[in-house]
């Protein structure tokens, strides 16, 4: 048998963690050889809605599930962690501007990135899903001086994922079919997906398969503004789907996705042209517990111009929040 891993997960009373915990508790993260020790971080308040949560994860008896702490800090919550996964954000309320709200979330990731850089596994991997999430990860990794940025990454899989489920439905053709999606840039309304790398069955191109009209007037704001549509439809936010994606994304990074392409935020490199040190999604492959960026790929002039706006948006939060990041 492993040797148990401990992941941390942040704002674990939450709604996207009651729809994590269990999956990854019975293995469909690490997989069904991967003994877990979940460390649960949540704000006092919160304490005993976690203790509800941990009953009932007592309650599944999962052979794989080896310890859960509980947490009311991340100092605590993050020792020893090998994955970390914050959920936990503050959200929007009534009358708050953006900058607040940056603001307010810069203030609980530079807390949590200190913990990480002090406390945690030092080959540590941490997944930012909490809002904005691609800022809140770049607060998070320039507060963790001591750790890689490439240990840091923003999600943008729902995003992914949801213009795979989408294309999918419209052109008929089975998911499992269907390769090198890409989403570029933030996890908001102004990312681009992208489907001009994407293949069918491994080199139909999509792109010769769809009408133009229906890629950039349909596709491309449904897919930016999916999460709206659900919080419309459901009255609450994504929490099922999210975790979903939350999961696909950890185990990708940790166990490889055989050459497929995925989209993660992550530490710029500089990479096609985008600013260096923003948190951008990039077409990523892993391998051996790492990601690299997909290199080489054409973008046309409507791709670089979309890429341009998302670019310009990361830009804009990064400098609402300079004043609060420490100096490289
Ligand atoms: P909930 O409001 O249900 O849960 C959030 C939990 O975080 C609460 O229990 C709260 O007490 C806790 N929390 C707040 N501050 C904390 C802190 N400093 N330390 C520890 N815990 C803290 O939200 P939920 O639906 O679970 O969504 C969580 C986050 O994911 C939100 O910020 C949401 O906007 C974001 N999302 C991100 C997505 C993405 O694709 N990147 C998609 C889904 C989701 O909208």
């Given at each position: 048998?492993?040797?148990?891993?401990?992941?941390?997960?942040?704002?674990?009373?939450?709604?996207?963690?009651?729809?994590?915990?269990?999956?990854?508790?019975?293995?469909?993260?690490?997989?069904?050889?991967?003994?877990?020790?979940?460390?649960?971080?949540?704000?006092?308040?919160?304490?005993?809605?976690?203790h509800?949560?941990?009953?009932?994860?007592?309650?599944?008896?999962?052979?794989?599930?080896?310890?859960?702490?509980?947490?009311?800090?991340?100092?605590?919550?993050?020792?020893?962690?090998?994955?970390?996964?914050?959920?936990?954000?503050?959200?929007?309320?009534?009358?708050?501007?953006?900058?607040?709200?940056?603001?307010?979330?810069?203030?609980?990731?530079?807390?949590?990135?200190?913990?990480?850089?002090?406390v945690?596994?030092?080959?540590?991997?941490?997944?930012?899903?909490?809002?904005?999430?691609?800022?809140?990860?770049?607060?998070?990794?320039?507060?963790?001086?001591?750790?890689?940025?490439?240990?840091?990454?923003?999600?943008?899989?729902?995003?992914?994922?949801?213009?795979?489920?989408?294309?999918?439905?419209?052109?008929?053709?089975?998911?499992?079919?269907?390769?090198?999606?890409?989403?570029?840039?933030?996890?908001?309304?102004?990312?681009?997906?992208?489907?001009?790398?994407a293949?069918?069955?491994?080199?139909?191109?999509?792109?010769?398969?769809?009408?133009?009209?229906?890629?950039?007037?349909?596709?491309?704001?449904?897919?930016q503004?999916?999460?709206?549509?659900?919080?419309?439809?459901?009255?609450?936010?994504?929490?099922?789907?999210?975790?979903?994606?939350?999961?696909?994304?950890?185990r990708?990074?940790?166990?490889?996705?055989?050459?497929?392409?995925?989209?993660?935020?992550?530490?710029?490199?500089?990479?096609?042209?985008?600013?260096?040190?923003?948190?951008y999604?990039?077409?990523?492959?892993?391998?051996?517990?790492?990601?690299?960026?997909?290199?080489?790929?054409?973008?046309?002039?409507?791709?670089?111009?979309?890429?341009?706006?998302?670019?310009?948006?990361?830009?804009?939060?990064?400098?609402?929040v300079?004043?609060?990041?420490?100096?490289?």
């Open positions: 048998m492993k040797q148990p891993v401990r992941i941390a997960v942040t704002g674990a009373a939450g709604n996207i963690s009651y729809a994590l915990l269990f999956k990854i508790a019975a293995g469909e993260m690490l997989g069904s050889d991967q003994p877990v020790i979940l460390q649960l971080v949540e704000i006092p308040q919160a304490m005993d809605r976690l509800g949560v941990t009953m009932e994860l007592e309650d599944c008896a999962f052979p794989l599930l080896h310890g859960v702490t509980l947490h009311d800090n991340p100092d605590s919550g993050f020792q020893g962690a090998h994955y970390a996964i914050l959920l936990g954000a503050r959200p929007r309320s009534r009358g708050m501007e953006r900058a607040d709200l940056l603001e307010a979330n810069a203030a609980i990731f530079s807390a949590q990135g200190r913990a990480l850089n002090k945690a596994n030092p080959d540590v991997k941490a997944l930012v899903v909490g809002n904005p999430a691609n800022t809140n990860c770049l607060i998070l990794s320039r507060n963790a001086p001591d750790l890689s940025p490439s240990q840091f990454c923003a999600m943008t899989r729902l995003d992914h994922d949801r213009a795979r489920g989408l294309l999918s439905t419209q052109i008929e053709v089975s998911l499992a079919d269907i390769d090198n999606i890409i989403i570029w840039g933030n996890h908001s309304s102004t990312m681009y997906p992208d489907l001009h790398h293949t069918i069955a491994g080199d139909q191109p999509v792109i010769s398969m769809i009408n133009d009209q229906w890629y950039k007037e349909e596709f491309i704001p449904r897919i503004k999916r999460g709206s549509e659900i919080i419309e439809a459901r009255g609450q936010s994504s929490a099922a789907s999210a975790a979903q994606a939350a999961l696909a994304h950890m990708d990074w940790a166990l490889g996705t055989d050459g497929k392409i995925v989209s993660m935020g992550v530490i710029s490199d500089g990479s096609y042209g985008v600013a260096k040190g923003i948190c999604s990039f077409p990523c492959v892993c391998d051996f517990g790492a990601y690299q960026i997909v290199q080489g790929l054409d973008i046309n002039e409507y791709g670089q111009e979309k890429m341009k706006v998302t670019e310009a948006e990361l830009l804009e939060e990064k400098a609402a300079e004043h609060l990041l420490p100096t490289e």
